[in-house]
T-cell receptor
Framework: AQSVAQPEDQVNVAEGNPLTVKCTYS??????LFWYVQYPNRGLQFLLK??????LVKGSYGFEAEFNKSQTSFHLKKPSALVSDSALYFC?????????????FGTGTKLQVIP | GAVVSQHPSWVICKSGTSVKIECRSL??????MFWYRQFPKQSLMLMAT?????????EQGVEKDKFLINHASLTLSTLTVTSAHPEDSSFYIC??????????????FGSGTRLTVV
């Protein structure tokens, strides 16, 4: 079975400061890792993904994430937070086994950027 | 890019009635769509996998007779909540991937439907 852990229910950061939202995963085989963002009463918007290749992945809106195989982590980062980044962030994992596979989501982390 | 349209955005219905939610892939064909349910302050729980032209695959604990899924075309899947009760009130979200592509390409999500049963 595959799983995702987002250990922080909420992260508060001052505007302009760097932010990190943590994610660890468990999956057999090679992981596909994703970050999505959700605004209130909206669906999920794709931010970035790791499939293979460089461990540092760059995505939308200045976000990036680093895949660390030894620590089974995929933390989301941004050098300088904006108030508009305040939202709910989900980490997700799937795996490479051909065709489509189920995606398992973490419980989400609410990011609050303080002006 | 791939766009998934979900309708309605919100609906209020009386207890005992049925509600249909539509999920459309607007610019791609999707042989597979997924239906999720999200409770307040919780993550998305996969309810079922909708396959075009065949029966949906339901996750354990999801009542297939209560949550009817129909994937009649390559661009449309519907979720019908039958005999709705207040405990069915939730946020329902669909997602899809283009036909022939696997999970490595990620999933496109609809904007969600807020169902309130009174």
């Amino acid at each position: 079975a595959q799983s995702v852990a987002q250990p922080e229910d909420q992260v508060n950061v001052a505007e302009g400061n760097p932010l990190t939202v943590k994610c660890t995963y468990s999956v057999s085989g090679n992981p596909y890792l994703f970050w999505y963002v959700q605004y209130p009463n909206r669906g999920l918007q794709f931010l970035l993904k790791y499939i293979t290749g460089d461990n540092l992945v760059k995505g939308s809106y200045g976000f990036e994430a680093e895949f660390n195989k030894s620590q089974t982590s995929f933390h989301l980062k941004k050098p300088s937070a904006l108030v508009s980044d305040s939202a709910l962030y989900f980490c997700a994992v799937s795996r490479d086994s051909g065709g489509y596979q189920k995606v398992t989501f973490g419980t989400g982390t609410k990011l609050q950027v303080i002006p | 890019g791939a766009v998934v349209s979900q309708h309605p955005s919100w609906v209020i219905c009386k207890s005992g009635t049925s509600v249909k939610i539509e999920c459309r892939s607007l610019d791609f064909q999707a042989t597979t769509m997924f239906w999720y349910r999200q409770f307040p302050k919780q993550s998305l729980m996969l309810m079922a996998t909708s396959n075009e032209g065949s029966k949906a695959t339901y996750e354990q604990g999801v009542e297939k007779d209560k949550f009817l899924i129909n994937h009649a075309s390559l661009t449309l899947s519907t979720l019908t909540v039958t005999s709705a009760h207040p405990e069915d009130s939730s946020f329902y979200i669909c997602s899809a991937i283009p036909a022939g592509q696997g999970a490595r390409y990620g999933y496109t999500f609809g904007s969600g439907t807020r169902l309130t049963v009174v």
